[in-house]
């Protein structure tokens, strides 16, 4: 079985500063690693995901994200925050060799303050 | 591409009720479709996984009698929430894959909303 960690349940960030939310994660098995951003009463929209080769990965609206198999590790990070990118981001994992099932961390609040 | 349309988004209805939603991939084929559960505030529980045709696989714990999952069509799975009570409140998410294996994508509907009075 696997489950996600991610650390912090809330992160306020002041518009254009950086941002790193974390994200570490069990497994005994190899998976796959994915962000997903909720914004409010919406359901949840792909950012970017690991499945293989190069473990710093690009997704959309200039996240990125770092996969650090020693440490277990996905965290995203974004160099300049913008007021929209207030919402939920969730992490998730799923088996390399399983039938796509998400197992999802218990999500972050990201705020941005003007 | 690849938009799934979650239907009602919003419903309120009285304690002892039944209540469909509906789960439609507007334009591709999904092989399989996974139902989520959102409480306020935390992250979504898989409920259960259905691939079309055949009969849904549930998660542990969760009541395959009270969440009633159809996926009739590779474009459309509904999830039945039957005798509902107050307890039954929460935020149901859909999602669809086309298929691919575990690469495979998964695409989110907007979630419905369920209130029980």
């Known amino acids: 079985a696997q489950s996600v960690t991610q650390l912090d349940s809330q992160v306020p960030v002041f518009e254009e500063a950086p941002v790193e939310l974390r994200c570490n994660y069990s497994?005994?098995?190899?998976?796959?690693l994915f962000w997903y951003v909720q914004y409010p009463n919406q359901g949840l929209q792909l950012l970017l995901k690991?499945?293989?080769?190069?473990?710093l990965v690009k997704g959309i609206n200039g996240f990125e994200a770092e996969f650090n198999k020693s440490q277990t590790s996905f965290h995203l990070r974004k160099p300049s925050v913008h007021i929209s990118d207030t919402a939920e981001y969730f992490c998730?994992?799923?088996?390399?060799?399983?039938?796509?099932?998400?197992?999802f961390g218990q999500g972050t609040r990201l705020t941005i303050n003007p | 591409g690849a938009v799934v349309s979650q239907h009602p988004s919003w419903v309120i209805c009285k304690s002892g009720t039944s209540v469909k939603i509906e789960c439609r991939s507007l334009?591709?084929?999904?092989?399989?479709m996974f139902w989520y559960r959102q409480f306020p505030k935390q992250s979504l529980m898989l409920m259960a996984t259905?691939?079309?045709?055949?009969?849904?696989?549930?998660e542990q714990g969760v009541e395959k009698d009270k969440f009633l999952i159809n996926h009739a069509s590779l474009t459309l799975s509904t999830l039945t929430v039957t005798s509902a009570h107050p307890e039954d409140s929460s935020f149901y998410i859909c999602?669809?894959?086309?298929?691919?294996?575990?690469?495979?994508?998964?695409?989110f509907g907007d979630g419905t909303r369920l209130s029980i009075l």
């Open positions: 999602s669809a894959s086309p298929g691919q294996g575990p690469r495979g994508p998964q695409h």
């Open positions: 497994s005994s098995v190899s998976v796959y």
């Open positions: 690991y499945l293989s080769g190069s473990t």
């Open positions: 998730a994992v799923s088996e390399t060799g399983g039938a796509q099932k998400l197992v």
């Open positions: 334009d591709f084929q999904a092989t399989t």
């Open positions: 259905s691939n079309e045709g055949s009969k849904a696989t549930y």
